[in-house]
């Protein structure tokens, strides 16, 4: 079993080869097809398995044929994760689509229309408030004149 140090600096380094392979080695069209990036690679304790968490930006059909292409060329990542980081055994690849970016876009924007309503119901406030002003200096000056 490998220390927690080690783990965290082989997944580092999986991300970053995976990374570069992204960019220029996937031939494969289907990868092209959304915008792709690594955001986390979970290596199991005994460095025979990483799970590769992907960010896809595109449609949901472009995502879906992105992570198909991916999963086509889980041996191809492999067999260069093999040759170009150092390890007793290469782990086993798994890409796993990563919606937490969306996820946190959405929730940022359900806070800002929350706070833009509630902007505006204090403006709503504020007119009613000077309305009420209005009627009770008006009521009070009838008052004067009656």
């Known amino acids: 079993m490998a220390t927690s140090r080690r783990v965290s600096r082989v997944g580092a380094l999986i991300k970053r080869e995976v990374s570069l392979m992204l960019l220029n080695g996937i031939k494969d069209d289907r990868v092209g097809a959304g915008m792709v990036s690594v955001t986390d690679v979970d290596v199991s304790g005994d460095l025979q398995h990483a799970k590769i968490f992907v960010s896809i930006y595109g449609s949901e ?40 970016l969306e996820r946190g ?42």
């Open 61 to 100: 059909e472009a995502k879906a044929e992105t992570m198909a292409g991916l999963k086509a060329a889980t041996g191809y990542v492999r067999s260069e994760l093999g040759q170009r980081v150092r390890l007793r055994r290469t782990p086993e690849v798994l890409f796993v689509e990563d919606r937490s």
């Open 105 to 146: 876009d959405r929730i940022l924007s359900l806070i800002n229309q929350i706070s833009q309503d509630r902007h505006d119901e204090d403006l709503s406030d504020s007119e009613d408030e000077d309305n009420y002003e209005d009627y009770v200096v008006s009521a009070e000056e009838e008052d004067k004149d009656a």
